[in-house]
């Protein structure tokens, strides 16, 4: 009898096995647009020069940063009750910009209960008056810096008909400072 019981259960595990083996692409990150090719954003033969040292660099904590976005009249008004009222980690800074000849920016980004980015925001003057200079939304976002100060953000694209728990894959957008903002690299 015990052995009836377990047969469909040993059934259905191949199966499980398959559906959650779907769920990733299996193919790493792919570049969306038909702009010049652009190389990994993480694996680099030479120095970084994206990423000061901790010395070199000047952060905002997270109190300060959480102060920036409630204020900043650029930040919308959904966004900054989220930031009112979460109770978690939901900012985080992911990232910090130093673009030759220009002040240091950082990445921000703002996360849902679930812990999902869904929003990065760019914010410069980070010595005298911080203020949020560009921003894009997507799910599941995340952020590095890549090769030559370059901001490579990364959001799961979803499809008509896919689960939460299964996207259609991975989009990846490459953005550089131009000196009065943020230009998309991967058109």
């Known amino acids: 009898m015990r052995a009836r019981s377990v047969a469909p259960l040993l059934a259905v595990v191949p199966l499980l096995i398959g559906v959650l083996a779907s769920c990733g692409s299996g193919e ?5 647009g038909a702009g010049t090719p652009v190389t990994s954003p993480t694996a680099s033969p030479t120095p970084d020069r ?7 660099v000047r952060k ?13 009249r650029r930040v919308p008004t959904d966004m ?11 900012v985080k800074s992911v990232a910090v910009l130093t673009p030759e000849k220009t002040t240091p920016k950082q990445a921000v980004t703002i996360s849902t209960v679930t812990g999902g980015a869904f929003v990065v925001l760019l914010i410069d003057d980070l ?16 952020v590095s810096v ?10 799961s694209v979803f499809g008509q008909g896919d689960k939460v ?13 131009s000196g009065s ?5 991967n058109q």
Not at 146 to 155: N, Y
Request: glycine share 8%.
């Open 127 to 142: 010595t005298t008056s911080p203020k949020v200079v560009w921003q894009t939304q997507g799910d599941g976002l995340t």
């Open 80 to 90: 900054k009750n989220l930031v009112r009222v979460c109770k978690f980690p939901c």
């Open 28 to 32: 790493g990150l792919r570049v969306e």
């Open 60 to 72: 905002l904590s997270i109190p300060a940063l959480r102060q920036v976005l409630l204020t900043d």
């Open 181 to 185: 903002g943020m230009v998309k690299l």
């Open 165 to 177: 728990c299964c996207s259609s894959g991975p989009k990846v957008e490459v953005y550089r400072w």
């Open 146 to 155: 890549g090769k030559d100060s370059t901001l490579v953000v990364e959001s």
């Open 50 to 56: 994206s990423i000061g040292k901790a010395a070199d």
